[in-house]
């Protein structure tokens, strides 16, 4: 079974911090994403990368970047966090294709005060 | 830019019973997918339908497609208290890496 393990399942920052979260996969996947999920908003893509080192904004980029050094690593990095990215931060994997599903970690609940 | 729509936002039946969901989308798709999410938990993929494709089933699951109407279904027979989740319908346009998900359905099936 493919593996996606998110580094924090809860986690309380302040306003201000950088925060880092991380995501590792265990299956060679090529393309990995990170979703922020908001009640009433459904799950919105904020980066994604189809390769180590490629990457491409979401639709919600803003107040984000992302490092993809190795394949099976994909961090999401808040500069500078603040109160409104308190949400739940879901990260993806799939293999290459256009038939291929998304594998999803069990997210990280981030709260920022 | 929200996608997928699903309808209704959410449903509550008994254990046995069918359910329903209905997912609508506004562009041109190369397939639509269907994910699972329990409470506080990951999405898990369910089944995908690609766009020459009309119908499919994968155990209890039984999904339709109508490109026409650009609209999808995911039908649950005989639920059963563990299927109760929020569904979500997911397209992906042409060759694009992205999938859009919908707001999804919470379901409840009561024992």
């Known amino acids: 079974d493919v593996k996606v393990t998110q580094s924090s399942r809860y986690l309380v920052k302040r306003t201000g911090e950088k925060v880092f979260l991380e995501c590792v996969q265990d299956?060679?996947?090529?393309?990995m994403f990170w979703y922020r999920q908001d009640p009433g908003l459904g799950l919105r893509l904020i980066y994604f990368?189809?390769?180590?080192?490629?990457?491409e904004k979401g639709d919600i980029p803003e107040g984000y970047s992302v490092s993809r050094e190795k394949k099976e690593r994909f961090s999401l990095i808040l500069e500078s966090a603040s109160t409104n990215q308190t949400s739940m931060y879901l990260c993806?994997?799939?293999?290459?294709?256009?038939?291929?599903?998304?594998?999803f970690g069990d997210g990280t609940r981030l709260s920022i005060l | 830019s929200q996608q997928g729509e699903e309808d209704p936002q959410a449903l509550s039946i008994q254990e046995g019973e069918n359910a329903t969901m209905n997912c609508s989308y506004k562009?041109?798709?190369?397939?639509l997918q269907w994910y699972r999410q329990n409470s506080g938990r990951g999405l898990v993929h369910l089944i995908l339908?690609?766009?020459?494709?009309r119908e499919k089933h994968s155990g209890r699951l039984r999904v339709t497609l109508d490109t026409s109407k650009k609209s999808s279904s995911l039908l649950i027979t005989a639920s059963r208290a563990a299927d109760t989740a929020s569904y979500f319908c997911?397209?992906?346009?042409?060759?694009?890496?992205?999938?859009?998900f919908g707001k999804g359905t919470l379901l409840t099936v009561n024992p």
């Open positions: 997911a397209t992906m346009e042409g060759s694009n890496y992205k999938l859009t």
């Open positions: 339908i690609r766009s020459n494709e």
């Open positions: 562009t041109s798709i190369n397939n």
């Open positions: 299956m060679d996947h090529e393309n």
């Open positions: 993806a994997s799939r293999t290459q294709g256009q038939g291929q599903p998304q594998h």
């Open positions: 990368s189809y390769d180590v080192k490629m990457k």
